[in-house]
Each structure stands twice: as structure tokens, then as C-alpha cells.
């Protein structure tokens, strides 16, 4: 596999859907419904917010900041275990640490 990551690999979606986990465990730990939550990080259709929890769709990097600030929880935490489901490598390289190492979000009951 090249460097980008294809978007049917088997392997990507079952990290995509962990990651949208994290997302929905966030999102009802913090009492949002998923509309709630689409108002809160500026999105017209809240449909896009089930695409991510059900690992269709990825929060768009650019947006991170919003959505941890949507979330009540630190960015930089969200952001490294999002990047340990959507980008397993650049993961391993920033955070010289393995995927199936515990993270911030691992005491989530999902």
C-alpha cells in the first residue's frame, strides 16, 4: 500500500468506526444528541455526525480544535487518539508509541 491510505482497505474502516466511537462516547458523555452536537461544531446536516460515529465519515482535521472545544475535552488528547484511527503511521511516528498502546480515551466505555 502507498503512502495514503485507501478508503475501501478493510483495516481503515474498522479504525474509522473505533474512532468514531471515541466521537460518539464523547458526544453523549457530554449529553449532546447528534444534532446538538452538529449545531455546536457548525455543521448544516447533523447526518454527518452518524457518518462519523459509524466510521463513513472523519472529522476534518481543520475543524479538531472546534470539536474538542464542542466536546469539553483537550485538543491535543483528541487529537492524538483520532490520529491513532485515521492515521495509524504518522500516530506511531509523532508519538513513538503503538496503536495498541493505551491512549487519553481508553477508559471510555464504548
Given at each position: 500500500?502507498?503512502?495514503?491510505?485507501?478508503?475501501?482497505?478493510?483495516q481503515?474502516?474498522?479504525?474509522?468506526?473505533?474512532?468514531?466511537?471515541?466521537?460518539?462516547?464523547l458526544?453523549?458523555?457530554?449529553?449532546?444528541?447528534?444534532?446538538e452536537?452538529?449545531?455546536?461544531?457548525?455543521?448544516?446536516?447533523?447526518?454527518?455526525?452518524?457518518?462519523?460515529?459509524?466510521?463513513t465519515?472523519?472529522?476534518?482535521?481543520?475543524?479538531y480544535?472546534?470539536?474538542?472545544?464542542?466536546?469539553g475535552?483537550?485538543?491535543?488528547?483528541?487529537?492524538?487518539?483520532?490520529?491513532?484511527?485515521?492515521?495509524?503511521?504518522?500516530?506511531?511516528?509523532?508519538?513513538?508509541?503503538?496503536?495498541?498502546?493505551?491512549?487519553?480515551?481508553?477508559?471510555?466505555?464504548?
Open positions: 500500500m502507498g503512502l495514503n491510505q485507501k478508503a475501501n482497505d478493510p481503515a474502516k474498522v479504525r474509522r468506526k473505533q474512532g468514531g466511537l471515541i466521537v460518539k462516547t458526544r453523549t458523555s457530554a449529553g449532546y444528541t447528534q444534532r452536537l452538529a449545531q455546536k461544531v457548525g455543521l448544516e446536516y447533523y447526518t454527518f455526525i452518524s457518518q462519523i460515529e459509524s466510521g465519515g472523519r472529522v476534518p482535521p481543520q475543524h480544535a472546534v470539536w474538542a472545544e464542542a466536546l475535552v483537550d485538543v491535543k488528547k483528541f487529537v492524538r487518539e483520532l490520529l491513532k484511527f485515521y492515521d495509524p503511521l504518522t500516530f506511531e511516528v509523532i508519538y513513538d508509541a503503538k496503536c495498541t498502546e493505551p491512549t487519553d480515551y481508553e477508559n471510555l466505555r464504548l
